[in-house]
């Protein structure tokens, strides 16, 4: 039985390894392709832009001016 490969982004180096080469600081993964491991970066994007928005709702969650009791 072969063994499956584990593919993780180097964050410094900017380079896809197969298997965790690096100091785990260093790492985003595990990914299961290649290509998932080389798109690591615009996961992180897109997450941070969701969580973003999330803390944007939060802090903008009453502003009906008519609930203040100023």
């Known amino acids: 039985m072969s063994e499956k490969s584990e593919y993780w982004y180097n964050v410094r180096t900017q ?27 615009s996961r992180v994007q897109a997450n941070n832009e969701a969580a973003d928005a999330a803390d944007e709702r939060d802090d903008n969650w009453d502003n009906n001016p008519l609930n203040d009791a100023d």
């Open 15 to 41: 380079q896809v390894e197969e298997g965790a080469q690096s100091d785990w600081s260093q790492l985003l993964g595990p990914f299961g392709t290649r290509e998932e491991a080389q798109g690591a970066m």
